[in-house]
């Protein structure tokens, strides 16, 4: 079982996107979501009411926050709180689009070691799309996958165990802006303590948030690959 935890801010195409595609490829009994919603537009609102199921969950602020640290905590908290712990945390934000079989693809490759050493760990956290701005440092070749190891990973998806949260959580509610921000800290965190971070590839999730929360061109966006029948916004 895997608690995903999915932050929405108004983008209604791109959150309907999001959750469907979700629904779409994602065995039911292997996931619960909690999904923040950070003050949304009315619009945004209503299809979260419409579309999220009866059984998972949705934690509505009145007020905007705005601080992505702080919002993926309290989902995080929330989802445990109402659901339990499963094997897994997905933390993501509402401008990604799953492809089919991308849990199990990230469940394999969270248990795909590091290195050949006997005595190397796993992943603390993984991600299913490498962002155009980090340099991959090392290649991990699993079954039918390959893990590029990173400095960071971007935060639109960050996967990871219950005792990496224990260990290196909460997110740093006060970090903000580029390499500075609450998924940046965390990741230098692990690494400071010898753990590992990457990516899967090939990728399992599409990035389709092209513009920032203040409608601005994202970092790097014009690297992303354009994929027919996605909206990108």
Not at 146 to 166: C, K, L, P, S
């Amino acid at each position: 079982m895997t608690n995903i935890i999915i932050l929405v801010k108004d983008r209604i195409r791109l959150t309907e996107q999001c959750l469907r595609t979700l629904y779409a490829y994602t065995p039911r009994k292997e996931f619960t979501l909690t999904v923040c919603n950070d003050s949304s537009n009315s619009a945004t609102n209503r299809l979260l009411e419409g579309y999220v199921h009866q059984q998972d969950q949705i934690v509505h602020f009145l007020r905007p926050v705005g601080i992505v640290g702080f919002l993926r905590n309290v989902g995080i908290w929330t989802s445990e709180r109402v659901f339990g712990r499963g094997d897994y945390i997905c933390a993501c934000d509402n401008d990604l689009v799953f492809l089919p079989n991308w849990l199990e693809t990230m469940t394999r490759a969270k248990e795909t070691p590091w290195s050949e050493r006997e005595d190397s760990g796993t992943y603390s956290v993984l991600g299913g799309y490498r962002h155009p701005f980090h340099g991959i440092n090392h290649v991990t070749h699993g079954e039918r996958l390959r893990i590029e190891e990173t400095d960071a990973v971007a935060g639109y998806m960050h996967f990871m165990t219950w005792a990496t949260w224990d260990k290196f959580g909460p997110y740093d509610a006060h970090a903000k802006g580029v390499c500075q921000s609450e998924d940046h800290a965390l990741c230098q965190k692990i690494i400071a303590n010898r753990g590992h971070v990457g990516y899967v590839d090939p990728p399992c999730i599409v990035n389709c948030g092209i513009t920032n929360s203040e409608g601005k061109p994202a970092v790097g966006s014009e690297s992303f690959p354009r994929v027919p029948g996605i909206v990108y916004e």
